[in-house]
């Protein structure tokens, strides 16, 4: 599977962003997907993750209560609904797919990513 993530971009504190992250190759329908970010100088971070269905999602503390992850398998698309957005998410987003069950946080658990999408919140 390819996928391949956009919506990044430069956004005020405060702002709104919305992520997608469009598969080609396979379906997303039986895949968990994770979102993750990475700032300079950091590791990769886990920030959201949603199930095959949609029925279950997780969030990184940090965002919780800012951002929701979300799915439409008919359109094979993931999306990351990121509001109230603080310089501290300055990050590349990554995009990352695994064929199976449960939502985990660790980076090598994931065998698809995205070529990620840059995200910058000025103060």
């Known amino acids: 599977v390819q996928l391949q993530a956009s919506g990044g971009g430069l956004v005020q504190a405060r702002g709104s962003l919305r992520l997608s992250c469009a598969a080609s190759?396979?379906?997303?329908?039986?895949?968990?997907m994770g979102w993750f970010r990475q700032a300079p100088g950091k590791e990769r971070e886990f920030v959201a993750g949603i199930n095959w269905s949609g029925v279950s999602t997780d969030y990184a503390d940090s965002v919780k209560g800012r951002f929701t992850v979300s799915r439409d398998n008919a359109k094979n698309t993931v999306y990351l609904q990121m509001d109230s957005l603080k310089p501290e998410d300055t990050a590349v987003y990554y995009c990352?797919?695994?064929?199976?069950?449960?939502?985990?946080?660790?980076?090598?658990?994931?065998?698809?990513w995205g070529q990620g999408t840059q995200v910058t919140v000025s103060s």
């Open positions: 190759g396979r379906t997303l329908s039986t895949a968990t």
């Open positions: 990352a797919a695994r064929y199976y069950s449960g939502i985990v946080y660790s980076r090598t658990e994931y065998h698809y």
